[in-house]
């Protein structure tokens, strides 16, 4: 075990930081959109169809110049290249991390510091899925009787499913004639809920698991092959109905799944930045491989951006050094995501792995204890709906929660006064967070509404709102698919950046495999209706609790 400390808290920005944070921690947003005329034009970025919004945040030009000194003194600029040239910065699995060749240019060669061109192989996989999915939609692939297919089902769970998930229900607008389902937990009332809505003669089910052999899936899978068997199909129909993407060839094959439908991908595409790759086969089913490539040319254009813009109009550097001044100076807990937009629903639950899967860590990439916070919780829904349930707190709460609202310029709908309203609520809420409501304020208003003095005093303290809280605003023109692999790719650099900065291995996930081997003892524990002698006291006497019960049913 190590016992040398981690370097950031030693670096001259850091220093200085902590000391421009006792400067400007008391002052009001409010002052500093006074004494800076232009702030919404010096703290915003127009980049395509994006625009980030930054000047709602507790800052000053020093702050930035300061976390940016930060972000030079950790070396950011020379990890990205580390990044995307290909070299093992995943050092704890010793990995490549190159998610971000899964989507650059198809056409020409990308090659890493080993000397391999990883193309050739991107390549025929991306052709193996437009053939694909071409082929279900065109009806040219059926299920065993001939019939189309109507129905697919991914089964596959954390990086297998929450970013096909939230993408495929992103982009339902350009969806095709064609139903697509996600299971994940091994829960049966997952499968059992989405298995009574199916035909098996028009169900295609994918099987996503990078190692194929995560227990949920392969739970689910065995499940849902009993289903299409029991439904009178003979064995020989299996490979038509059942295929698989995955690295783990022999294990898929082993399951039955015939090798040509197997979709493979590689051990440098980490399981939450896998949507990219042949785990993003159900976007492809659901909305067409063009659009499929269109969300991959958007993520592609955002990691030009992200490789070559200078460190202070990089956006997700920014939005990242953001995160690291309210984490570790203002000593924020949480950070909130706020998609003024339908359609990005999950997009908060899908920050939430790719976020505190790849920085909640206690540990240096060298294996020494930090001595600072590392990644913040992520949560959030859509507004309107948060405005009515959790934004109380964020007005008038006691904590600093830094919050993204994102939203599109256009609606894709445009039905009535509906974008409107939406937009109105999106630019005022962030506008009440900043601005509050002082008490000079609140007692006129109420002064106005013809209350007598006691009243007013015995009211006004809870009429106060003390504003001040750091928003980000992101615009998008319009959901497209090249517009959503973006902002994914934006989120997925920003995590990274901020790990730069802690100093972590943001692409292991150690707690991750203990949840996946932890289950297996009690698993066979209940296998009887015999106590157990063995565990701590609460969990032995929760199992025993469990046997009895459930053996009385
Ligand atoms: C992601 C994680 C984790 C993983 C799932 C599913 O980065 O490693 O969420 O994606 O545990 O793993 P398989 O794809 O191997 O089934």
Same mark, same amino acid.
């Given at each position: 075990?190590?016992?040398?400390?981690?370097?950031?808290?030693?670096?001259?920005?850091?220093?200085k930081?902590?000391?421009?944070?006792?400067?400007?921690?008391?002052?009001?947003?409010?002052?500093?959109?006074?004494?800076?005329?232009?702030?919404?034009?010096?703290?915003?970025?127009?980049?395509?169809e994006?625009?980030?919004?930054?000047s709602k945040?507790?800052?000053?030009?020093?702050?930035?110049?300061?976390?940016?000194?930060?972000?030079?003194?950790?070396?950011?600029?020379?990890?990205?290249?580390?990044?995307?040239?290909?070299?093992?910065?995943?050092n704890?699995?010793?990995?490549e991390?190159?998610h971000?060749?899964l989507?650059?240019?198809?056409?020409?060669p990308?090659?890493?510091?080993?000397?391999?061109?990883?193309?050739?192989?991107?390549r025929?996989e991306?052709?193996?899925?437009?053939?694909f999915?071409?082929?279900v939609?065109?009806?040219?692939?059926t299920?065993?009787?001939?019939?189309?297919?109507t129905?697919v089902?991914?089964?596959?769970?954390?990086?297998?499913?929450?970013?096909?998930?939230?993408?495929?229900?992103?982009?339902?607008?350009?969806?095709?004639?064609?139903?697509?389902?996600f299971?994940s937990?091994?829960?049966?009332a997952d499968?059992?809920?989405?298995?009574?809505k199916?035909?098996?003669?028009t169900?295609?089910?994918?099987?996503?698991s990078?190692?194929f052999?995560?227990?949920?899936t392969?739970?689910?899978?065995?499940?849902?092959?009993?289903?299409?068997?029991?439904?009178?199909?003979?064995?020989?129909?299996?490979?038509?109905?059942?295929i698989?993407?995955?690295?783990?060839?022999?294990?898929a094959?082993?399951?039955?799944?015939?090798?040509?439908?197997?979709?493979?991908?590689?051990?440098?595409?980490?399981?939450?930045?896998?949507?990219?790759?042949?785990?993003?086969?159900?976007?492809?089913?659901?909305?067409?491989?063009?659009?499929f490539?269109?969300?991959l040319a958007?993520?592609?254009?955002?990691?030009?951006?992200?490789?070559?813009?200078?460190?202070?109009?990089?956006?997700?550097?920014?939005?990242?050094?953001?995160?690291?001044?309210?984490?570790?100076?203002?000593?924020?807990?949480?950070?909130?995501?706020?998609p003024?937009?339908?359609?990005?629903?999950?997009?908060?639950?899908?920050?939430?792995?790719?976020?505190?899967?790849?920085?909640?860590?206690?540990?240096t990439?060298?294996g020494?204890?930090?001595?600072?916070?590392?990644?913040?919780?992520?949560?959030g829904?859509?507004?309107?709906?948060?405005?009515?349930a959790y934004?109380?707190?964020?007005?008038?709460?006691? =904590? %600093?929660?830094? &919050?993204? $609202? /994102? #939203?599109?310029?256009e609606? @894709?709908?445009?039905?009535?006064?509906?974008? =409107? %309203?939406?937009? &109105?609520n $999106? /630019? #005022?809420q962030?506008?009440? @967070?900043?601005?509050?409501?002082?008490?000079d304020?609140?007692?006129?208003?109420?002064?106005?509404?013809?209350?007598?003095?006691?009243?007013?005093e015995?009211?006004?303290?809870?009429?106060?709102?003390?504003?001040?809280?750091p928003?980000?605003?992101?615009f998008?023109?319009?959901?497209?698919?090249?517009?959503?692999?973006?902002?994914?790719?934006?989120?997925?650099?920003?995590?990274?950046a901020?790990?730069?900065?802690w100093?972590?291995?943001?692409?292991?996930?150690w707690?991750?495999?203990?949840?996946?081997?932890?289950?297996?003892?009690?698993?066979?524990?209940?296998?009887?209706?015999?106590?157990?002698?063995?565990?701590?006291?609460?969990t032995?006497?929760?199992?025993?609790?469990?046997?009895?019960?459930?053996?009385?049913?």
């Open positions: 075990m190590t016992i040398s400390t981690p370097r950031l808290k030693s670096l001259p920005a850091w220093q930081l902590k000391q421009h944070y006792k400067e400007i921690s008391n002052v009001h947003m409010r002052e500093l959109f006074t004494s800076q005329p232009d702030r919404f034009d010096d703290f915003s970025i127009a980049w395509q994006l625009l980030l919004d930054y945040n507790r800052i000053t030009e020093e702050t930035i110049q300061l976390l940016v000194e930060l972000a030079n003194e950790c070396g950011l600029p020379e990890a990205i290249e580390r990044m995307f040239t290909g070299e093992k910065i995943n704890t699995e010793g990995r991390v190159l971000t060749a989507r650059s240019n198809i056409n020409k990308y090659n890493i510091v080993s000397g391999d061109d990883v193309m050739p192989e991107i025929a991306l052709e193996k899925m437009k053939d999915s071409d082929a939609h065109s009806g040219r692939t299920g065993y009787t001939g019939k189309p297919f129905s089902v991914n089964i596959g769970i954390g990086g297998s499913d929450l970013g096909p998930h939230m993408v495929v229900n992103a982009l339902q607008y350009y969806q095709k004639d064609i139903d697509i389902y299971v937990n091994v829960d049966d499968i059992a809920k989405t298995l009574k199916l035909d098996p003669e169900t295609l089910f994918i099987i996503s990078k190692t052999t995560t227990w949920e392969l739970t689910n899978a065995h499940t849902a092959r009993k289903w299409f068997l029991q439904s009178g199909a003979d064995s020989s129909a299996l490979s038509k109905h059942f698989a993407v995955s690295s783990n060839v022999p294990e094959t082993a399951f039955g799944v015939a090798e040509e439908n197997i979709f493979e991908f590689w051990d440098w595409v980490g399981g939450r930045y896998s949507l990219w790759s042949a785990i993003g086969l159900s976007i492809a089913l659901a909305v067409g491989y063009d659009k490539s269109e969300l958007g993520a592609h254009a955002m990691d030009k951006h992200f490789r070559t813009t200078p460190l202070e109009k990089n956006i997700p550097v920014i939005l990242g050094l953001l995160g690291i001044w309210y984490d570790n100076f203002f000593g924020a807990d949480s950070q909130a995501i706020i003024y937009d339908q359609y990005l629903e999950y997009l908060p639950s899908y920050l939430q792995q790719a976020d505190m899967e790849s920085n909640g860590k206690r540990v990439r060298n020494e204890e930090v001595d600072y916070n590392t990644g913040l919780i992520v949560w829904t859509t507004g309107t709906n948060g405005q009515h934004f109380q707190l964020l007005h008038q709460g006691t =904590r %600093l929660i830094p &919050a993204d $609202f /994102l #939203a599109a310029v609606s @894709l709908n445009d039905i009535g006064e509906h974008h =409107r %309203l939406l937009i &109105a $999106f /630019l #005022a962030t506008e009440a @967070l900043i601005r509050g409501k002082t008490v304020e609140a007692r006129a208003s109420l002064e106005e509404s013809g209350l007598d003095n006691e009243a007013i015995k009211i006004l303290p809870h009429k106060v709102f003390p504003g001040n809280q928003t980000n605003t992101i998008y023109q319009k959901l497209t698919p090249f517009n959503l692999g973006a902002l994914i790719a934006m989120y997925e650099h920003k995590i990274f901020q790990g730069i900065i100093d972590l291995n943001s692409f292991d996930q707690g991750v495999e203990l949840g996946k081997s932890l289950a297996k003892i009690i698993y066979d524990e209940l296998d009887d209706n015999e106590p157990v002698t063995t565990h701590g006291q609460s032995r006497g929760l199992i025993n609790y469990f046997k009895q019960k459930s053996s009385m049913i």
